[in-house]
């Protein structure tokens, strides 16, 4: 360079990070060589490229004197500019990457002349784009906006910019003012930053500006898509690098807390943050499943977004939460962290009237026992209506849904109380998966005791609830109440264990004295006609009272009032006023156990009925619906089971019992002895949570089962069934009443069938398959029907 060249001044500078782009450089270089404006200077960086981008620098430089190469070690698309603007002499600068390129060779010439004419702080020209499909570069320039016009406050081009989105942040297509960008570069932090630059560093040189203006133009800038590191197909090691971007809110947070301005322009930054962090989502979810994992820990590479991060996947993923909860699966920022558990958390939407309500109103005393602090989260309070809880119990009032910002209450009082430990009691709720991702993303433990049974699932009826063994995979463990759930859900690799519910501490409560001139029957449970079946209860009860005289038959529990009126009309009809007592709800049933003679239990379902564990306790022998699955009545003592719906055969058994008192006397010993045995051979409810706790303490990754690959197929298919049949059914819905009558008839003519058919012969599964191809082939029929 001549001593004329050196003085000469320098119109503008163009700035151009180089990073392993050989095979687009020379294109990108060349364009610069091309251009007519002599009084330009291109401050090319290699950014400590590995490939032969140095040399291809090094070439250019010597071709034309206007080329001043850097050469530095790998620090990113961000200290690479800043060290090039540092350089910079121009008044004015554009940045150029080196895998785009200029369009033709008077660019800088137009660029100059335009930026003296407007003198505006920041210009913004048009440019072009290629290198992709014309859908994706109409999608680009949507993010771009073409919007003209002017603006002249700070504070009004970061609100169009960041907040409104009226124009895009991109640095390619815009002419700054270079004294205005050497002012923000004391701001700019050393940090490795390949994705997110423009954004942090067009927010600095906007903070510092007074004018901007847009106009239109030809294209003056050609920007490659496809192979930078935004707009490049998704996989994890660019995923991590892209999500880095969500480190520029804090940055800016940072800056203007120095300048004292956050106040000033929170609302715009809130903005960015929630624009920045929907870009992040959207690029995560477009990896596949087993990459997913890795990609959604990049979203909590920011400490301070980590509440936003997770608010902003349950919104994302209201309504597809199974698909997340496959691809969170396994990820690093669901693992709890290693520390003493303290404060247990329960959580319940009702504490009062049923089942798990009393189970919970056993299992806090033990933990308070154990020396754990107890928090009860619940979403209704009815204290009248209670089981009754320890008066020092704290509890936490959530809203039942996240639309009314449970999600931040749930994290507010988690953390309030300093929990280390949450109980979920309510498995099959819409709101379980999300309030263990709140839980989990905090660093908590979070354990789910389920109180259904995994055959439930395969029931089409129950075809929504098939997609919850997919969210127990965020517990540190689900607690089943049967050997069969545990085998179930070990199988699908879920770190599940068996926990029986609390009891009653020893010794067995006695049985009241009373005159034998009466005998009590006695049933217990919620007002249920699929699961409890209080209507069959009812018919049993009836049949029992035609035979049996000195009989008093009492109903304890609580429904709707359309129940209450169903058994008041039923008792009324039939004139059973003095031997059926509708007795409503109690938190005290022993006062009716302590003088039963017999309890009769209607379930379709039960996991652990505390019903049952309470009727042996007291030595009450108990007719029921055959429940297979349950512990406590494997070994068929002290109870006799019937066929589930067999109105007649329980009424025949409980007739038999209350005729035949030696035999009910027998069947109470061997209740009473039952229950010894099983407390004998299963660890308590104490004993097992004290041993859980232990683990979950020391360990510092999920507990975890080895799936099995048969079990995981297994299900798998199932789903895949239940979606078919569902497919089906609203076909067939569609279906005259004719045609649909048709099929009632053949399902109605099957069930007498099977009557005359034992499971588990062949004669049985030879009928079930014949009629399931009938069955398809008269619904397929039915839909031809339809169709022509």
């Known amino acids: 360079m001549t001593a004329q060249q050196e003085n000469k001044e320098i119109t503008i500078s163009v700035i151009v990070p180089v990073h392993n782009v050989e095979v687009y450089l020379n294109e990108c270089l060349s364009s610069l060589l091309i251009q007519s404006l002599q009084s330009a200077e291109f401050i090319v960086i290699d950014d400590g490229s590995t490939d032969k981008s140095g040399q291809i620098c090094d070439e250019f430089a010597s071709k034309d004197s206007r080329f001043k190469v850097i050469h530095q070690e790998n620090k990113g698309t961000l200290a690479a500019r800043k ?35 407007y003198d505006s702080d920041i210009l913004r020209f048009d440019m072009d784009a290629f290198g992709a499909t014309p859908e994706r570069i109409q999608a680009y320039f949507r993010f771009r906006n073409p919007w003209y016009g002017i603006i002249n406050t700070p504070y009004e081009i970061i609100n169009a910019v960041f907040s409104q989105g009226t124009i895009g942040w991109g640095m390619a297509d815009k002419i700054y003012r270079t ?25 600095l040189i906007c903070f510092f500006s007074s004018t901007f203006q847009s106009i239109k133009t030809e294209p003056l800038y050609c920007y490659r898509m496809g192979c930078g590191i935004s707009t ?113 958390g329960i959580f319940y939407p009702l504490i009062y009237d049923g089942g798990i309500q009393r189970v919970i109103s ?3 005393p033990q933990f308070l026992e154990m020396g754990f602090k107890v928090i009860l989260f619940t ?31 749930l994290r507010k009082y988690l953390k309030k109380h300093n929990v280390d430990l949450l109980i979920h009691h309510a498995a099959h709720s819409n709101n379980l998966f999300f309030d263990g991702l709140i839980t989990k993303s905090l660093g908590i433990h979070f354990c ?48 599940t264990f068996y926990i029986a519910n609390p009891t009653h501490p020893l010794p067995l409560a006695s049985k009241t004295n009373k005159s034998n001139d009466v005998k009590n029957l006695v049933w217990i449970a919620r007002l249920s006609r699929f699961q409890k079946n209080y209507v069959e209860a009812l018919d049993i009860f009836k049949l029992v009272c035609e035979k049996v005289d000195d009989v008093v038959c009492h109903i304890v529990g609580r429904g709707q009032p359309s129940d209450v009126e169903y058994i008041n009309n039923f008792i009324r009809v039939n004139g059973l ?25 209607t379930s379709t379902f039960e996991c652990f009925p505390m019903s ?91 507990l975890k089962n080895e799936p099995d690959s048969d079990w995981n197929n297994f299900w798998q298919t199932v789903l895949f069934f239940q979606s078919e049949n569902k497919k089906n059914k609203s076909e067939v819905n569609n279906l005259s009443a004719y045609d649909r009558k048709k099929i009632e008839r053949y399902e109605n003519c099957l069930s007498f069938l099977l009557i005359f058919f034992p499971p588990q012969t062949l004669r049985y599964r030879f009928i079930k398959k014949a009629a399931k191809k009938i069955y398809y082939f008269m619904v397929n029929y039915a839909k031809k029907k339809i169709k022509t």
């Not at 540092?86 to 080196?98: N, P, T």
């Not at 055959?455 to 995979?473: E, I, R, V």
């Open 83 to 117: 060290t090039a603007f540092a350089a910079a002499k121009g008044k004015w600068c554009i940045c150029l990457d080196g895998d785009d390129k200029l369009p033709f060779n008077r660019v800088l010439e137009i660029e100059v002349a335009l930026a003296n004419k």
């Open 179 to 203: 004294s205005i960008v050497k002012r923000t570069l004391p701001f700019v932090k050393d940090t490795f930053l390949i994705c997110g630059t423009d954004c942090y560093q067009f927010f």
């Open 232 to 344: 490049s197909s998704p996989n994890v090691d660019k995923i991590n690098e892209q999500s880095k971007i969500l480190l520029v809110p804090s940055y800016l947070r940072y800056f203007l807390e120095s300048e004292k301005q956050e106040e000033k322009y929170q609302k715009f930054l809130q903005r960015l943050t929630d624009r920045l962090l929907n870009q992040a989502i959207n690029r995560v979810s477009l990896l596949a499943v087993p990459d997913s994992a890795t990609g959604f820990d990049s979203l909590f590479v920011n400490p301070d977004l980590r509440a936003l991060v997770v608010d902003s996947l349950i919104l994302n993923y209201w309504s597809s939460s199974t698909l997340l909860s496959q691809k969170i699966k396994g990820a690093h920022f669901l693992q709890p962290n290693p520390k003493k558990i303290k404060t247990i």
């Open 362 to 364: 056993l299992q806090i």
């Open 379 to 409: 979403e209704e309070i009815k204290k009248e209506l209670e089981y009754n809880l320890p008066p020092s119990i704290e509890r936490v009032i959530l809203p039942a849904s996240y639309q009314n910002g449970r999600g931040a209450q």
């Open 448 to 495: 789910i005791t389920s109180h259904e049974i995994s055959t439930l699932f395969l029931l089409n009826k129950f075809s929504y609830f098939a997609h919850h063994p997919f969210y127990y995979h965020i517990a540190d463990a689900l607690i089943v109440l049967n050997t069969m759930d545990l085998k179930f859900y070990s199988a699908l690799g879920i770190p």
């Open 577 to 601: 006023e003095k031997q059926i007592i509708y007795e409503g709800f109690t938190p005290n049933p022993q006062k009716f156990l302590a003088t039963a003679d017999v309890q009769l239990i």
């Open 612 to 702: 049952l564990i309470e009727a042996k306790q007291y030595g009450i022998p108990v007719v029921l619906y055959d429940l297979p699955y349950v512990e406590l009545i494997k070994d068929q003592k002290g109870i006799i089971s019937v066929p589930q719906h067999s109105i007649k055969g329980a009424a025949e058994a409980i007739i038999g019992l209350l005729l035949n008192d030696s035999r009910r006397q027998a069947l109470s010993l061997e209740s009473q002895q039952s229950l010894d045995i099983f407390r004998r051979n299963v660890p308590s409810h104490k004993q097992s949570w004290e041993s859980l706790i232990r683990k979950l303490e020391s360990s510092k990754a999920p």
